[in-house]
Every structure is written in structure tokens, then in C-alpha cells.
């Protein structure tokens, strides 16, 4: 029944801009922690940045003061705003919730299935 949903990935240059968003459903938004994660070819997946369910936000060293990750309760969607894009931020940008599922109490990792941002010149 959960579902994690991205949209937003393309193909841009260096120095432009990209929304991630991911859309959920079937997880109590509200009280699940959320982040952003990304995997290059020949390399494992890294956390990018994350955001608490009381809006707490943190990012990787890479990304921090260029990336910014946010959350709609009400949508229950999570973004991630990338700014200044390089050509090493090229991956596939998976979404993760933490938290419990409806009806359920204990806490659950859920993935989507990933969006493709490639940065070229």
C-alpha cells in the first residue's frame, strides 16, 4: 500500500536548476522522517539530505549550500530543490520515508523507485 513517488529528474547543464518532488501515500506523513538519496554508476548509495517530521533538515557536505530539501503535510510530498548543478550530482535520486505505516504503529523504511537527474555540458 505505501507508495513513494519522484518526478522532476532531467537532463541540464552545469549551473542550472532542478525540483525533485516525491509524492507518498499509505504512510502517515506527519510523523515520518524523510530524505533524498542518490546513486552514481560503480558507486553506492549516499544520503543526500534528510528532513525530520518536525522539519529539522540536513544535508551531505557535497550538496549543503547548494541543495535544499523540503515538506508539504499536505500534499505529503517531500522536495528537494538542487541549485548550481555539477556534473558529479549526475545519479538516480531515490526517495525514502521512516516511519509508521496508516493503522500500524511500528516504524517501516519504504523507497521509491527513482528519478534520473544527468547534468552534462
Known amino acids: 500500500q505505501v507508495q513513494l513517488v519522484e518526478s522532476g529528474g532531467g537532463l541540464v547543464q552545469p549551473g542550472m536548476s532542478l525540483r525533485l518532488s516525491c509524492a507518498t501515500s499509505?504512510?502517515?506523513?506527519?510523523?515520518?522522517?524523510m530524505g533524498w538519496y542518490r546513486q552514481a554508476p560503480g558507486k553506492a548509495r549516499e544520503r543526500v539530505a534528510g528532513?525530520?517530521?518536525?522539519?529539522?533538515?540536513d544535508y551531505a557536505a557535497d550538496v549543503q549550500g547548494r541543495f535544499a530539501i523540503s515538506r508539504d503535510n499536505v500534499r505529503k510530498t517531500v522536495y528537494l530543490q538542487m541549485n548550481i548543478l555539477k556534473a558529479e550530482d549526475t545519479a538516480v535520486y531515490f526517495c525514502v520515508a521512516n516511519g509508521p505505516r496508516y493503522g500500524r504503529s511500528n516504524i517501516g523504511v519504504y523507497w521509491g523507485q527513482g528519478t534520473q537527474v544527468t547534468v552534462y555540458s
Open positions: 528532513i525530520t517530521k518536525d522539519g529539522t533538515t
Open positions: 499509505g504512510i502517515r506523513f506527519s510523523a515520518s522522517d
